[in-house]
């Protein structure tokens, strides 16, 4: 993608960002002519996606707008569903409950910024905080949110833990001359063209 000054956002069809972010732009009022105009940060911080700060001048004098954009992560199939997860976003956002949805391509969004900071212990310890959090929790478990409403992801760790070791007790065993030698005359016994693969 050719937005860079300070980094770059990778994409699969990099002008389709462009198109919504300078979309967003617009709605804000703003003019974009030069995609240099954009500033791009990349964040060290996430897990499973690409995520980008934005910021661009306003024609409001000095100030600066933000959004962030998030790049979807490939491979997280094995924990969740990203169409139950865009939805309930998306839902989320309509409600209220964390940031705006701005915008979609593809292969991520753009979302409103938020300026935070991560609490700390001594936050967490504090009662008044504390009392809030558990309120906004209590409002947030109460949402009639879209899509399943099992848990998948303890049972699919379950699974890839399972899967690890299975291959570990594999290869240990694939290096032991014994069994080498056990599986190559077991190997002849049976002619495994005659069974069928397994999917």
């Known amino acids: 993608m050719a937005l860079k000054k300070n980094g770059f956002i990778p994409s699969s069809a990099p002008e389709e960002p462009k198109k919504v972010l300078v979309a967003v732009v617009s709605v804000w009022g703003d003019m974009i002519e030069d995609m240099e105009e954009f500033h791009v940060f990349p964040f060290k911080e996430a897990m499973i996606n690409e995520v980008f700060q934005i910021n661009w001048p306003t024609n409001h004098g000095d100030l600066h707008q933000k959004v962030l954009v998030r790049v979807y992560g490939k491979g997280v199939e094995v924990f969740f569903n990203r169409d139950d997860e865009i939805r309930t976003f998306e839902c989320m956002s309509e409600l209220g409950q964390g940031p705006r949805l701005l915008?979609?391509?593809?292969?991520?969004?753009?979302?409103?910024?938020?300026?935070?900071?991560?609490?700390?212990?001594?936050?967490?310890?504090?009662?008044?905080?504390?009392?809030?959090?558990?309120?906004?929790?209590?409002?947030?478990?109460?949402?009639?949110?879209?899509?399943?409403?099992?848990?998948?992801?303890?049972?699919?760790?379950?699974?890839?833990?399972?899967?690890?070791?299975?291959?570990?007790?594999?290869?240990?065993?694939s290096c032991d001359p014994l069994y080498l030698g056990k599986a190559g005359r077991e190997r002849q016994r049976f002619d495994f063209d005659d069974f069928d693969s397994v999917p």
């Open 103 to 173: 915008g979609r391509f593809s292969d991520g969004r753009i979302e409103e910024f938020i300026h935070t900071r991560t609490l700390s212990a001594a936050d967490l310890r504090d009662p008044e905080i504390s009392s809030l959090i558990a309120a906004q929790l209590r409002e947030f478990n109460n949402l009639d949110m879209p899509g399943p409403k099992n848990v998948l992801l303890w049972e699919r760790l379950r699974l890839m833990t399972l899967s690890k070791k299975l291959t570990v007790m594999d290869e240990l065993i």
